[in-house]
């Protein structure tokens, strides 16, 4: 019995030792489940499709908070073109932005922080399985290679430019080839990024094509990443620097305003000739991601199907934005009619009850001037804006 079991367990350490010098470190190495292999991740088709992943997250994934693809939150409610609509307690939040009453723990702030830093970081993936494939067994083309660089560096730019439209000082993450030795989780926020934001989007401008790459209009291009970038510089007032990009958007670009201006607000004429980048969504039997993004601001309630809840509630402040002086009074017309001090208190009374800021306001005629329109204004717009000749100063 000795003899069978000692010439066993002979074999079987013969059988191990030859298993172990037969086999490589790979016999440990396993994917994980669950998980896409990385070498999966590195061929043309799904660098493409992590690109085409990083324009998806434009939406976002929150239509309150998050707003990425209106800013209606963080642009009409928190200034004076609309209300929140809808009952007192649907969406409370809008309520706190309206009265300007936001604290570390506000829900919305962390959406767009959520929905902004989950785009930055799908931009960067892309980079990073870019970087890959160059040096895989079926590399893109050069071409379409920097292409795509920089694509995913526009869109990078772009919701780094939503986050510093909110909290101002930001993280710009980058990929962690081009943030080492320092880790992306390491980087901090101790300035609006706007060298990083316009440093992305000048690759853009150097290395897109002047029209939608690849034919598909949901892409960017050159006059896009102009656009950004000259809004970029509007915010910082170097006004100069903008308007030499948006003299190029005006001269070179081909694009023409629309017959009507609600073109620009209608599915049927979307991706128009006076649209520059627009973010793409459907509306079918099975799928409405449309109305992630625009459901609601649909400020009047319509089917079901459509969606609105009676958000986003016209202000008069917005109705009197819009008036010209041929159709009735412009908001900056008030004082050459001479009817400033009576629509202007008007508005105090009425609105006053909404907006907590206007208690105790009152129209001081030496302090509130609102002028026609400038001259030099009328002059950047290119013709598109035009005085009323009867107004003399």
């Known amino acids: 019995m000795r003899k069978i079991l000692h010439i066993t367990i002979v074999s079987l350490l013969a059988v191990i030792s030859s298993l172990i010098i037969s086999c490589s470190e790979e016999f440990l190495t396993r994917e994980p489940p669950g998980v896409v292999a990385g070498s999966l991740l590195t061929t043309p088709d799904a660098v493409e499709s992590m690109l085409v992943s990083a324009y998806a997250a434009l939406a976002g994934k929150s239509r309150f908070g998050g707003a990425m693809g209106t800013d209606w939150t963080w642009g009409s409610v928190y200034s004076d073109d609309c209300y929140k609509g809808t009952s007192a307690g649907d969406s409370s939040p809008l309520n706190e932005l309206e009265r300007y009453e936001i604290n570390p723990y506000f829900t919305y702030s962390r959406e767009r922080w959520r929905d902004c830093y989950s785009g930055v970081a799908l931009a960067n993936l892309t980079l990073d399985c870019l970087a890959a494939n160059k040096s895989g067994k079926t590399p893109l083309s050069a071409e379409r290679a920097t292409q795509i660089a920089a694509e995913a560096r526009f869109l990078r730019a772009w919701f780094h430019f939503q986050a510093n439209k909110v909290f101002e000082k930001i993280p710009y993450i980058k990929t962690a080839g081009e943030l080492s030795p320092l880790l992306p989780d390491s980087v901090p926020n101790i300035d609006p990024g706007w060298e990083e934001i316009e440093e992305d989007l000048s690759f853009a401008i150097n290395n897109l094509p002047e029209t939608h790459p690849r034919g598909e209009v949901g892409r960017t ?17 170097e006004f100069s620097q903008a308007k030499n990009l948006l003299d190029d958007i005006l001269n070179n670009g081909g694009y023409e305003l629309a ?20 973010i793409q969504a459907s509306t079918t039997a099975t799928t409405y991601s449309s109305l992630l993004i625009s459901g609601v601001v649909f400020h009047q309630k319509g089917p079901a199907s459509c969606g609105g809840w009676g958000f986003f509630q016209p202000s008069q402040c917005l109705f009197e934005a819009f008036q010209v002086s041929t159709e009735g009074h412009r908001f900056f017309d008030l004082r050459r009619w001479d009817i400033d001090e009576e629509v202007l208190t008007d508005y105090i009374t009425r609105d006053i009850k909404f907006r907590l800021f206007l208690r105790g306001a009152n129209y001081d005629p030496v302090r509130d001037d609102y002028w026609p329109l400038p001259y030099d204004q009328i002059t950047l717009q290119a013709g598109a804006l035009k005085q009323d000749s009867s107004y003399v100063i």
Do not use: G
Not at 221 to 228: D, L, P, T
């Open 221 to 237: 291009c050159k006059y896009a990443a102009e656009a950004v970038k000259a809004q970029a510089h509007m915010y910082q007032k």
């Open 259 to 278: 017959p009507q201006f609600y073109h620009n607000y209608d599915m049927i004429h979307e991706n128009n000739r006076e649209s520059i980048f627009e």
